[in-house]
């Protein structure tokens, strides 16, 4: 098996990720989250939340609606510029993007046809049978209402930064933030896309953690500069190995219609070195365009320079899902356990990780073991401390289970516990075993598992 089939597997053994409608043969390329996975990306979001909002004074959150006005849309370029260059397969009819074929975009961004004409189909091996590329627009259309004619027409928002901008104006005449400053948001966005796959890598339905930040144009480029350095912080906080990720400056020609400068950050996934998240400068492209779409005012009073003007963005955009993905690529350690037995576990930061700690009775047929272990996982949940009560199987195959979901602690209730109200603690990624006193067991969770 590979690297990439043996962590698709744990997810799905271990209740992380399943495929979506799974029972009735699974709807490709869609994936949903299972009990330990919802647990993992709660954890993700809130982090990500804690670090960004409510830690900081000059970001403020927000939820906006799926479904906007579809003149948003139009401002924003999505109804015209969002596409991807599709091909079709005339023998097999398999659908690509030639953007994804060497040297179809050329230098000044323009499509060099003569690549797709020799192209050879990676489906079915037919050499020089493509269509001609056509521009392919990836946001999803519904309708509004009883009757589905154009006029009803909407579309699913395919980046969550769209809702920012447009209660800029709202957010700035209800809390009077002074530049600079930022609008978070976390949701959900939809791409038609025309290649999905590579597991969670590129889905149709996924998650955003977006901020615009909004800032004087003159100083753009320190704030870029903040923002990069924020997004390296934030790369590491989550446990994403940084020996595998790059950031690389996007040439002009391949940058997104609204960008003015653009990094990528890339991860070395197994299947190639791939976007993880963007950081993007937009320049006021989007307060501009949804002033003149809006017909509204979108100017803001600068007190400092006593002057009215649009300011300009920052954008570090980040995916839920290739978080995880980048997270799980870096967490995933073999080792051997305490009985010389080849072990899995994920070494994820205790932060992120579904359980801080499992609380196990040694045996799990006498009821007094199990009494005080219950009690002992009840007084922990009572301290929020994120707990699984577990008396399945052997003690070895309860290691096992919980070094594969990544809980930092497991916390054993033995003969002596009765005697001496005392536990052992065993540490996931050095299988260390130490003593505690129940009394003393959640603050030493607490800073074993900051
Ligand atoms: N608002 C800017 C924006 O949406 P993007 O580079 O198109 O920029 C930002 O998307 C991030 O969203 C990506 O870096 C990636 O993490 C995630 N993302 C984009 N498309 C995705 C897809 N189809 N599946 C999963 N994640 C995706």
Redesign the pocket.
């Known amino acids: 098996m590979t690297l990439f089939d043996e962590i698709v597997s744990l997810t799905k053994r271990r209740g992380f990720i399943f495929q979506n409608s799974d029972i009735y043969g699974g709807l490709a390329n869609g994936w949903d989250w299972g009990p330990l996975g919802v647990l993992l990306k709660n954890n993700i979001k809130q982090l990500w939340w804690r670090e960004f909002v409510t830690k900081r004074e000059d970001v403020v959150g927000l939820d906006s609606s799926i479904i906007l006005h579809p003149q948003v849309w139009e401002a924003s370029g999505h109804t015209k510029e969002f596409s991807d260059p599709l091909i079709e397969c005339r023998t097999c009819h398999k659908r690509f993007r030639a953007d994804d074929i060497e040297g179809f975009i050329g230098d000044e961004g323009t499509w060099n046809e003569d690549v797709v004409k020799t192209f050879q189909c990676p489906s079915c091996g037919t050499k020089g049978n493509m269509t001609s590329p056509a521009s392919f627009n990836l946001m999803f259309k519904t309708f509004l209402g009883a009757s589905e004619e154009s006029a009803n027409e909407a579309f699913l928002r395919?980046?969550?930064?769209q809702g920012i901008f447009i209660h800029f104006k709202n957010i700035v005449d209800t809390l009077a933030p002074k530049l600079p400053f930022g609008i978070a948001q976390i949701g959900k966005?939809f791409?038609n896309?025309i290649t999905?796959g590579n597991f969670?890598?590129?889905?149709?339905e996924?998650e955003?953690m977006?901020i615009e930040y909004f800032i004087r144009p003159e100083e753009w480029e320190m704030h870029f500069n903040h923002w990069e350095e924020e997004l390296k912080r934030w790369i590491e906080l989550v446990g994403i190995d940084m020996g595998k990720v790059h950031f690389v400056e996007v040439p002009e020609t391949e940058r997104?219609h609204y960008s003015k400068k653009t990094i990528?950050?890339e991860f070395d996934f197994p299947f190639g070195r791939k976007?993880?998240?963007?950081l993007?400068y937009r320049g006021d492209f989007d307060l501009s365009n949804h002033e003149k779409g809006s017909k509204k005012s979108l100017g803001y009073y600068d007190e400092a320079s006593k002057e009215t003007f649009l300011p300009h963005v920052i954008?570090p955009?980040?995916?839920?899902?290739?978080?995880i993905l980048a997270l799980l690529f870096s967490a995933y350690k073999k080792d051997v356990d305490e009985k010389g037995e080849e072990r899995v576990y994920l070494d994820l930061p205790p932060a992120v990780a579904p359980y801080r700690v499992a609380v196990f009775p040694l045996l799990s047929n006498k009821p007094e073991l199990i009494e005080k272990a219950k009690e002992v996982y009840v007084m922990l949940q009572n301290k929020n401390i994120p707990a699984i009560f577990d008396k399945g199987g052997n003690i070895g195959k309860r290691y096992r289970r919980q070094d594969e979901i990544g809980t930092p602690l497991c916390v054993t209730i033995d003969f002596e516990s009765l005697e001496d109200s005392a536990v052992t603690v065993r540490e996931r990624n050095t299988m260390k075993q130490e003593r505690i006193a129940i009394q003393d067991l959640d603050s030493y969770i607490r800073t074993t598992t900051q």
Do not use: C, K, M, N
Request: aromatic share 10%; glycine share 6%.
């Open positions: 395919p980046e969550t930064a966005a791409r896309e999905p969670i890598f590129r889905t149709r996924f955003q977006e997104a990528d950050v976007e993880l998240y963007g993007a954008e955009s980040l995916g839920v899902e290739r978080t």
